[in-house]
């Protein structure tokens, strides 16, 4: 036998007699074999191979007009040699390969003890909470048992980009963590599990996993779920999902789902409100335009995502600020992230339209990552007021407001109730959002010294605590930071607002024109 022929006959004894469905790594870049055997002319056996990234491909499976085996992708496939694919290792290989610090040692001392590496390392083993084995060629359980006997203690599992090829697979590892909670299984392709109810004691405590780039469609994840009865958290970001069905009697604890990254189907989106316990919904870079709850009337709540508290739509393409009125209806909302998105106001000035978020949204807390203190929400609700106050006295004010702007200012009329019609003579006279330099006449009262008579100033509305407060330390000589501010209202009877922040300006404190700010001494 000649040396072609020998290798030949080596190269086909490497490869695993189930190799047809097996997941390979080809250096930094994994596939699925779909082929074995020989490609005429050459000589030899071959893989077809299907790329997770069809950018590595050169066809669909089809060489020299005989189909070999068939892709997704018209680019998705490649003929490559044994040798140049790894079928992978077992967990337990894995994890001594990944876990070993001291390979090529064979023993260590320990208190004088002289202990058998081995021995040391299976007992460290014992006591891990996490496992990380991403990139490390995973492709099954291994001996039966062996995975409880070695990290019978592990709570957090990273299992991302192996050679895992079935959930079958992944049940085989999972049943032996009694103690698991997380599972990242990112960037892997699983065949669907004939019977998802057989693995459900296989997850019985797993509360976090992340599928991010696993082709999977919403169908799939929903035919899986019954798996995970006691999921809270889901993490499916960019894979197939385009229609969103309602999950029924399945992911009922989600608490948090990621369905980023997806070229959803918007009007699908409320299939997901029937979730009783999602608190958090992340749906950035979809391609998100409109938003609508038919249940609900302009200005009031809507009774789908009824326990949503945080909601992320950034890198989306809202432009309609009948979206975020929509967003009102939302009962429990508290947190909202939307920035990158082309919403606009009618000045194109970003900071207007942020203190309209604000106004539009009553309950919110939270807004694109920074807090909305009591002072910056009464700030933007008095401007948004102003803002659109000739409009609202043209659509007849306090009698019989029309339609057309109730429903395009649905908190307009309770913001009214709150604070009060806007003045019409002073709308005439100047526009919010365009105050900042404007001069305000503001009575100072000295409160720890009566016999001090109050004082008149005209400040701009652009100045800053912080130099209010100077200007105050030279007339009372005493040094600015022993000053606290507060100030009331001339319009409206109510609570003293603290100026806590001295770089805050008296704009953002919603500070006007007759209004009275109170000097305390720290």
């Known amino acids: ?32 074999v779909r082929f074995v055997g020989t490609v005429p002319p050459t000589a030899g056996v071959w893989l077809g191979v299907e790329w997770d990234d069809p950018r590595r491909g050169k066809h669909d499976g089809r060489h020299q007009g005989v189909r070999y085996f068939t892709c997704r992708h018209p680019t998705g496939g490649s003929f490559v040699r044994p040798s140049v694919a790894s079928f992978g290792v077992d967990f337990a290989a894995a994890l001594r390969c990944h876990y070993a610090t001291h390979a090529g040692d064979e023993e260590i001392s320990i208190s004088g003890r002289t202990l058998e590496w081995a021995d ?67 960037f892997n392709r699983l065949s669907l599990p004939s019977d998802p109810a057989a693995h459900r004691q296989a997850f019985p405590n797993l509360k976090v996993l992340t599928l991010i780039d696993c082709e999977l469609t919403w169908t799939q994840v929903l035919r899986c779920a019954p798996m995970w009865p006691k999921l809270e958290e889901l993490i499916v970001e960019n894979n197939n999902i385009t229609q969103l069905q309602r999950p029924e009697g399945v992911l009922q604890g989600l608490k948090c789902l990621n369905v ?61 600020w009948g979206v975020i009125d929509e967003l009102s209806k939302l009962a429990s909302l508290r947190r909202l992230w939307c920035q990158e998105n082309p919403l606009a106001s009618s000045d194109g000035n970003p900071k207007t339209a942020y203190q309209m ?94 016999a001090r008579m109050p004082l008149e100033k005209k400040l701009p509305a652009s100045m800053e605590v912080q130099k209010v407060k100077g200007l105050l330390s030279r007339l009372l000589k005493v040094p600015a930071v022993d000053l606290r501010l507060s100030y009331t209202s001339a319009k409206h009877t109510g609570p003293e607002y603290p100026m806590d922040n001295d770089q805050k300006t008296l704009f953002f404190y919603a500070v006007e024109d007759g209004d009275t700010v109170v000097v305390r001494r720290s």
């Open 120 to 186: 040391v390392r299976e007992r460290s083993l014992e006591s891990l909470p996490t496992v990380l084995l991403a990139n490390c060629q995973v492709n099954g359980p291994g001996e039966d048992g062996q995975i409880l006997r070695t990290t019978p203690n592990v709570r957090w599992l990273d299992l991302s980009a192996s050679l895992l090829r079935s959930w079958d697979d992944v049940a085989a590892i999972a049943r032996q963590l009694r103690h698991l909670e997380a599972l990242l299984l990112s």
């Open 260 to 320: 980023s990254k997806n070229p959803l189907d918007q009007d699908s989106l409320l299939e997901l409100g029937a979730l009783p316990r999602l608190e958090h919904l992340i749906v950035t870079d979809t391609g998100l335009s409109k938003v609508h709850f038919p249940d609900a009337a302009p200005g009031e709540e809507t009774s789908v995502f009824a326990s949503l508290e945080k909601l992320n739509v950034r890198r989306n393409n809202i432009s309609e």
């Open 1 to 32: 036998m000649d040396a072609d022929r020998m290798d030949a006959d080596q190269t086909e004894a490497e490869i695993p007699h189930d190799a047809l469905g097996r997941r390979v790594s080809c250096g930094d870049h994994r596939a699925t």
């Open 357 to 450: 978020l604000i106004a539009k949204l009553p309950h919110l807390l939270v807004l694109n990552g920074s807090d909305v203190p009591p002072q910056e929400r009464k700030g933007a609700e008095y401007d948004y007021l102003k803002m659109f106050g000739e409009e609202w006295l043209r659509a007849a004010g306090q009698s019989q407001l029309s339609q057309e702007f109730a429903n395009r200012h649905p908190r307009y009329r309770s913001l009214v109730d709150k604070y009060g019609a806007p003045d019409e003579g002073e709308l005439t006279k100047r526009q919010p959002f365009a105050l900042k330099n404007q001069l305000l006449k503001i009575t100072f009262v000295f409160e720890d010294d009566v």
